[in-house]
């Protein structure tokens, strides 16, 4: 029933893995908006299966069809709805699991909730719906660039393999130099080598994402309900493999003592600025001004290839192994993901924002 994410500027995702296509409707992007679909193509780009030997190697090509909303180049005010064709399924890989459950999938529980699934590449459980998340936030980094806001992600660690470094001390704009997305390239290396070595083995293994967004206003998020911590927080949540999320000091801050760990005000040419960030840049739920950062937990992947107990729709004892193509680690891909979920929740709070005061 919840297809839809967002209050103003929101979309409706579509599709199967294995169907013929995924798209998503944007229903409230202001009209009047310059949208470069290059642009747009440039992040399906980022996120597609087949791009590097650390990915999945299903090879889809991802191209962007727009089939409304844009006009001449600008956005009309009437849904945009954007698709991309499937063009590499392999159902036969699956065939095996339409009366079994892969541990740690989405099968057991898709099936005992509907009592029915496509299990043909895990249906819309599979990871292929977030192409059209990441279309619809590149229309959203679009309007929030319009607005001095940035949005950027990078894998900050792959197992045991983390990145100390805090986002003041990288070199953002690295990111995209290396396969597996981390700008510490000597870090980027390693980390390639642990995902190389962790597939040969048929096996799979987790990461970090980190986050940062520049440039957002003070005053966006809603007092009680609709903090805009806990909207990034649903968000990353809402992302296939996620298992955890933290901003500012996240679970690192209870080592700290308050008063290591306020953010003490001062004034900079007519702004109120914070010192020190520990706040992510949100405190009661509102946006301050500054930075806001976080940090993403992403499972191993699930479908691993070695055999493993199961039961089947039966309840019968099975064993079960994947086939087919998988990522060995979601953390590549993820960044584009990441980055679009957040561009999404910051360009729906900024119009919600715009309504919350008279202003004279
Ligand atoms: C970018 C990305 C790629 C993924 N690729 C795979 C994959 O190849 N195989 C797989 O079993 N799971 C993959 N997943 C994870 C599954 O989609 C996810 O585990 C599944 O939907 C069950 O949901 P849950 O792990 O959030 O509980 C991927 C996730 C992401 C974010
Ligand atoms: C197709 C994509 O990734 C897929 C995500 C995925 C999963 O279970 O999430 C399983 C695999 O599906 P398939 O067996 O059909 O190749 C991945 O390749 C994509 O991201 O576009």
Known sequence: MHNSFGTLFKISTFGESHGPAVGVVIDGCPAGLDISVEEIQQEMDRRKPGQSRITTQRQEGDEIEVLSGIFEGKSTGMPIALLVRNQDQRSK???????????????????VKYGHRDYR????????????????????????????????????????????????????????????????LEMAEQMIALIDETRKNRDTIGGVVSAVIKGVPP????????????????????????KGFEYGSGFKGVEMLGSQHNDTFYKDEGKVRTHS????????????????????????????????????????????????????????????????????????????????????
Request: hydrophobic share 40%; aromatic share 8%; with cysteine.
């Open 219 to 242: 005053g966006l998020g809603e007092p009680v309900f609709g903090k805009l911590h806990a909207a990034l927080g649903g968000a990353m949540l809402g992302i296939n493999a996620v």
């Open 121 to 184: 590449g895990g249906g819309r459980s599979s990871a292929r719906e977030t192409a059209a998340r990441v279309a619809a936030g590149a229309v959203a980094k679009q309007l929030l660039r319009q607005w001095g806001i940035e949005v950027f992600a990078w894998v900050s660690q792959v197992g045991a393999l983390a990145l100390e470094k805090s986002y003041q001390e990288l070199d953002l704009t690295k990111i995209e130099d290396s396969i597996v997305r981390c700008p510490d």
């Open 93 to 111: 890989d699956y065939s095996h699991i339409a009366d079994q459950f892969r541990p740690s999938h989405a099968d057991y529980t898709y099936q």
């Open 277 to 360: 960030n520990h706040s992510g840049g949100v405190q009661g739920g509102i946006s301050n001004g500054e930075d806001i950062y976080f940090r993403v937990a992403f499972k191993p992947v699930a479908t691993i290839m070695m055999d493993q107990p199961s039961v089947n729709t039966q309840g019968e004892a099975v064993q079960v192994s994947g086939k087919g193509r998988h990522d060995p680690c979601v953390v590549p891909r993820a960044v584009p993901i990441v980055e679009a979920m957040a561009a999404l929740v910051i360009a729906d709070f900024y119009l919600l924002n715009q309504t919350s005061k008279l202003r004279g």
